[in-house]
């Protein structure tokens, strides 16, 4: 995204931070050896522009603990390096002082190693297994001190957890500080306590009074509190008209699938029924064409309350419930199997808060799912029904599925060309 290309040594996070956005925590088994991860990188690297950026670790951490044993970001450090390519790491492992002799007189790597308090018992609540504050600031000192180009990354930003003075004044203007707020907005996040806790917008607001508490110093960032949805601080609450990406400065706007959808209205009146129905309306079709241009985490995500609750059956029916996402992971998970998935609405109908919808996601099996197999041409009925809440999210949903074969591929384009296009009835 934006020419920045992430890459991700190990599978799992044996770190553990309870914010963890990352759907991984766990023991850390690397992806790939050392020896494989020279290989492939060697020959995929070709195949990635010299302009773009290359990100070890912002999904998961890059010197987990078991980085020590297993020295893959390392062997990928040296491939990329030797290959002169512009780098970025994201880590709270200490561990990464190892690699000083090669990110030392290195002129092209940024680091950044992330902080979000400096109160042991914060930490030892919410990161536990992480090094100490004293230990990651030390390596700050000592990776500036040999040159690197490092900052200190204060993400997550935690409503009274995190004391943004005292992070700015520790790094005293000789350090570079970036802030960040929690998102929880992210599932994995907004299922845990910190969902629970708090909404997006509660943090937003808070982090914006600590950013007028503190002031501007010299060397500190405040990242925008605008990532996902209309949840959020809008564009202009935080004082600019557009948005840029952070790295290049170019508006977003300038390429259409980055830039934000207009949203629908929440802020209408809620007393006025046929509002409150056509707010809803669009909002699931925002998320259905969200689900199959495979773009929920950026666009239909903020339709969903922290506080889902999923159930495998028709709507009122409650009786099988289960409490997570499984059935939106399942269609998340077909909609990926399949090449150029193609959404057909036969039908949204709103009835007070909930929206019933009938639609149809057909296309070429690419990737295994279920008893399907590449090559197979399927097509999912599905039946679902989306409660919402005041505040226009998705508070529960149900989902009924059935994939059906298509035996002649041409029926694929037979049911294209009968499909009715989106019909939203009130
Ligand atoms: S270090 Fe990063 S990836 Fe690892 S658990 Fe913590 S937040 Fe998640």
Known sequence: MCGVWALTTYDACDIRCSYCASYAQGPSEPRVSADEVR??????????????????????????????????????????????????????????????????GYGKVSVNVSLPSLDPEVLRLIEPQADSATERLATIERLADAGVDVQLHVQPWIPGMTDAREM??????????????????????ARSGWGKRFTQREVNEAYVAEMKRVGPHPNVVWSRPVWLGDDLLTLSQWGVTAARCERTGEPLEADPALSRRTLPDRTGPLDDPATVEARDLASTSQLLEAYAARRLPIDGMAKLSAHIRMFAGRYPERSVESEGPHRVFDLVRFVEAIDDPRLDVGSLVADGPVVHARFRISGEVVAPFADLAPGDSVRAEIISTYRFDTHGLVIEQ???????????????????????????VT
């Open 39 to 104: 290989r492939i990188l060697e020959e995929q690297l070709p195949a990635v522009p010299r302009e773009h950026l290359i990100c070890l670790g912002p999904i998961i951490d890059c010197y987990t603990h078991a980085e020590a044993e297993h020295r893959v970001t390392r062997a990928a450090l040296e491939v990329l390096m030797a290959d002169d390519r512009d780098l970025v790491i994201v880590t709270k492992g200490t561990l990464i002082e190892r690699d000083l002799d090669l990110l030392a």
């Open 168 to 189: 700015v004044d520790v790094a005293d203007g000789r350090l570079k500080v970036w802030f960040a707020p929690l998102n929880v907005q992210n599932p994995a996040v």
């Open 398 to 424: 149900w989902i009924e599925s059935e994939l059906h074969m298509i035996d002649n591929p041409a029926q694929l384009v037979d049911a294209e060309a009968t499909s009715t296009s989106t019909t939203a």
